[in-house]
């Protein structure tokens, strides 16, 4: 009998705190996302996303991304194209990683690449969506699972979650409710994905 196919391998780049993460990582634990997580990958190197990835015995790595202060570039991007590849990662996927992508890993992965973004793109692109969401006074916001392009949170959409704003809203209550949304909507657009099927050139 043939062995049974491997899930596809994500790999996993954040900055930050992780959550997104771990919701994908429970999404798979409770059967609702057939995939593995193959690494963590971080700019950061005391991010709590890489100590939530050595706690669920997931391969957490460090790359450091200087001289560059906003973007993922030279030394440190052919760093993470090697890291993924001897992972053999089929689906990148950025969950709260704040640098800018560049060519070597966009065209190394080329179709890929996916980014979680707290607002219902195209609007408030950029840092700190929700704050941008509050400050103009939409009534609805929300989260958005899009492509990554070479542009900022410009990508095509692969899915949205919309989120109301409420009157007594604060930055960090939107955001979290926000948040509450995006962990649902990352591993099912994920999943969405995967059953579509990834481009040929993917499965490695
Ligand atoms: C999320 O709000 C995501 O939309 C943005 O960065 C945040 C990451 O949060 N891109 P976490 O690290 O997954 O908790």
Redesign the pocket.
Known sequence: MNPQPKPPALGIL????????EAIAAAIAAGRLDARVACVISDVPDA??LERARRAGIPALHVDPAPFKTKLEGAAEMRVVELLRAHAVELVV????MRIIKTGLLSAYAGRII????SLLPAFPGLE?WRQALAYGVQVTG?TVHFVDAGVDTGRIILQRAVPVLPDDTPESL?AR??EQ?HQAYPAAIARLLAGGLPAACRQ
Request: aromatic share 8%.
């Open positions: 954040g900055s930050g705190r992780g959550s997104n993460f709590l996303i950025l969950a709260g990683f980014n979680i973004h707290p969506a989260c955001h926000i948040q995006e």
